[in-house]
């Protein structure tokens, strides 16, 4: 009896710790139990999924196994949980299979979270196969099988779950309108709108976040407008997700009377509102007003650096940009893919080697540089530096290549007048299996233009009519053909 006060007791003390942000002290607290029962492993299972740590919850997962302790409803629903945040697929199906061998396959928390990991994991046709198999549902169980389907971009499945819903609560209606907004489809999202308002659903915060969201990103300044007069009139406009969504749009359409006014009108600000006022003022070139708002906005973080440095890049002050670089650095923040990929953008502009060089250095130390985004970036510096043999080592080093890296590979030689390398590249592409498009023509052609290869050049245009239907969009754009069939 007094092992059993004292195993309660200590599982509570574990659950508070890790309530208060004291996850080391919960876990050196677990680790010193002489017994753990199923509740003092859920509790440290649970703590780590809540405070976002799925890779130490797994990993737990894995140790309760092999102590043969046997995981309950609990366990699966925190675990699965992890299992979607880490989009870990693998240990997902693993713990279905240990879901159904242990006979929790009827309990509608474990299905519900088996749904939600296949959809997060973007495997809909597991979701929906789970979902089939459930004879108990609720609100839950179907707005995950709709999410799993706008995850994974299919609309069309989408819609026809929601169009037999049982009922369409909040959520449903937001994740519709969150998954067009995402694919850019604003017209779309704004009829599901209209049509939620219809149905005397009220909408929310994420519903305005998500459709002012989808304007910003297809520049439709007009729905932008009206949905923010909506916004007004729904008595959202005060709220902090809403506000920084409505200035986050007259800062992308470069609104920047709009964009103060909406900065101005109320106390709340976030760093995200900061964040928004500082690319407002980059884009129209308005360095120094950007590097005002950064300095008043308190506590920076990457994101207000990288919008920083990005700023600078594009307005042509590469110098600035790269000394904002090496101040972040000096403040302890880890930088992250953008912030490379926008200082790269600043060396590439002022054909700063040796500073590339050492922020290539950097990357490798933190191990971005197998990345294709980086990658990418570091092919194009070394190429616009001057430093060939730069980018075909930085090419070769990134692990899973894409479209950009065979085409900024392409230029580099292009750029440094190796025709004969650039068309061996686009062989190279072409095997490897990625379709070409109009900007890898455009470098074949330049590269033929510049090195009197006719017979190439004709082939190259013939395969753009005959192979990739690409012929009326190029020589729209008036490209280096006629230059080079005539060695111009």
């Known amino acids: 009896m007094r092992c059993n006060k004292t195993l309660i007791k200590t599982t509570s003390k574990i659950a508070a710790l890790a309530r208060m942000g004291h996850i080391k002290h919960a876990r050196q607290l677990f680790d010193e139990m002489p017994h753990r029962d199923s509740i003092a492993w859920n509790a440290m299972l649970t703590s780590y999924t809540h405070l976002g740590l799925h890779h ?14 046997i995981p309950d409803h609990f366990t699966f629903t925190a675990t699965l949980s992890a299992c979607a945040a880490a989009s870990s697929l693998k240990c997902g199906a693993t713990l279905h299979g240990l879901v159904t061998v242990l006979g929790y396959q009827s309990y509608l928390p474990v299905n519900n979270a088996l749904v939600d990991m296949y959809g997060k994991c973007l495997d809909p046709c597991s979701a929906n196969r789970v979902f089939e198999e ?210 790269l953008h600043a060396c590439s502009n002022l054909a700063l080697l040796g500073r590339g060089e050492m922020f290539h250095a950097c990357i490798i130390h933190y191990g971005f540089h197998t990345y294709a985004f980086i990658g990418n970036g570091l092919v194009n510096m070394y190429a616009k530096c001057g430093d060939l043999k730069g980018s075909i080592r930085a090419f070769h080093e990134i692990l899973h290549k894409d479209l950009v890296s065979w085409n900024a590979m392409l230029f580099a030689f292009v750029l440094h007048g190796k025709a004969i390398q650039s068309l061996q590249v686009f062989e190279q592409m ?56 005539t060695c111009d």
């Open 56 to 69: 130490k919850a797994l990993s737990l997962l894995r140790r309760m196994r092999i102590s043969n302790a």
């Open 134 to 343: 459930m004879r108990l549902r609720n609100e839950v169980t179907w707005c995950s099988l709709l999410f799993a389907y706008t995850n994974s971009g299919l609309f069309d499945a989408a819609r026809e779950v929601f169009c037999v819903m049982p009922r369409r609560v909040e959520i449903a209606w937001n994740v519709m309108i969150v998954g067009y907004a995402r694919n850019g489809e604003v017209e779309l999202c704004l009829g599901l709108l209209r049509e939620m308002r219809e149905s005397l659903c009220r909408p929310d915060q994420w519903t305005f976040s998500a459709v002012t969201s989808a304007c910003a990103e297809t520049l439709e300044f007009r729905c932008g407008c009206m949905l923010h007069a909506v916004i007004i009139k729904s008595g959202w406009s005060s709220s902090v997700e809403v506000k920084n969504s409505v200035l986050s749009f007259y800062a992308e359409l470069g609104c920047l009377d709009d964009a103060v006014m909406v900065f101005e009108s109320g106390n709340m600000l976030t760093q995200v509102s900061w964040n928004a006022m500082i690319d407002a003022y980059m884009k129209l070139g308005n360095t120094h007003e950007a590097l005002c708002v950064f300095q008043l906005s308190g506590e920076q973080n990457i994101v207000s650096w990288t919008s920083m440095i990005s700023g600078y890049a594009r307005n042509g002050h590469g110098e600035e940009a790269a000394i904002f670089f090496v101040d972040m650095l000096r403040t302890g923040l880890k930088p992250d893919d953008f912030s490379f990929a926008a200082v």
């Open 430 to 485: 072409v095997v490897t299996g990625f379709k070409p498009d109009n900007v890898t023509f455009i470098g074949l052609l330049m590269a033929c233009s510049h090195s009197g290869l006719i017979g190439e050049s004709r082939a190259i245009f013939e395969s753009i009519l005959l192979w990739f239907n690409f012929g009326t969009r190029i020589v729209d754009h008036e490209l280096p053909f006629t230059n080079a069939v």
